[in-house]
T-cell receptor, first 111, second 114 residues
């Protein structure tokens, strides 16, 4: 798989449930970022976690990072219909200026 | 919250024509980027720009592409002779300092080449 690959590719849940999305990467990183994209729209930055951090919270979002497994997870608690979007992880490649994105997880939250 | 502004939001152009996509990065940011997303695919890095020169570019960013910061606020991407496969959403982004810190993206320009 390529740098910044998310799974599952698609996730459908009911409002109020939690949604967990995973991301795996291959090379060493300085940080990992999660972005959200509503259909056909721009990328909204959600949260950044540095390589020396293991967990970070922001509102209903919880991100974990396991550098030994080269993986990260994004948990959205108490999901709402408005959380329906695609979620992408993005990593730097150990000093490179560029972000490398995965294909994303398409989350659908049913009311 | 400061935003990265892109214009136009949607542009349709004939194959072979030149297009210029415009961006106004956040005012105190120093690093500027262009990314693109072909429909249904992942977001791909095109180019990074710092101190008035390209600092990194991808294989996609060939001689048909160029970037410019013509004044203190605008950052442009020019495609000289568009191809059908250039149809995509183009995102401008910026960040404040060295290294990949929080990168703020614009809302994108959807380019359709017909």
């Amino acid at each position: 798989s390529q740098q910044g690959e998310e799974d599952p590719q698609a996730l459908s849940i009911q409002e109020g449930e939690n949604a967990t999305m995973n991301c795996s990467y291959k090379t060493s990183i300085n940080n990992l970022q999660w972005y959200r994209q509503n259909s056909g729209r721009g990328l909204v930055h959600l949260i950044l976690i540095r390589s020396n951090e293991r967990e970070k919270h922001s509102g209903r979002l919880r991100v974990t990072l396991d550098t030994s497994k080269k993986s990260s997870s994004l948990l959205i608690t108490a999901s709402r219909a408005a959380d329906t979007a695609s979620y992408f992880c993005a990593t730097d490649e150990g000093g490179s200026e560029k972000l490398v994105f995965g294909k994303g997880t398409k989350l659908t939250v049913n009311p | 919250e400061p935003e990265v502004t892109q214009t136009p939001s949607h542009q349709v152009t004939q194959m072979g024509q030149e297009v210029i996509l415009r961006c106004v990065p956040i005012s105190n940011h120093l690093y500027f980027y262009w990314y693109r997303q072909i429909l249904g695919q992942k977001v791909e890095f095109l180019v990074s720009f710092y101190n008035n020169e390209i600092s990194e570019k991808s294989e996609i960013f060939d001689d048909q592409f160029s970037v410019e910061r013509p004044d203190g606020s605008n950052f442009t991407l020019k495609i000289r002779s568009t191809k059908l496969e250039d149809s995509a959403m183009y995102f401008c982004a910026s960040n404040q300092g060295q290294g990949v810190l929080r990168v703020t993206f614009g809302s994108g320009t959807r380019l359709t080449v017909v």
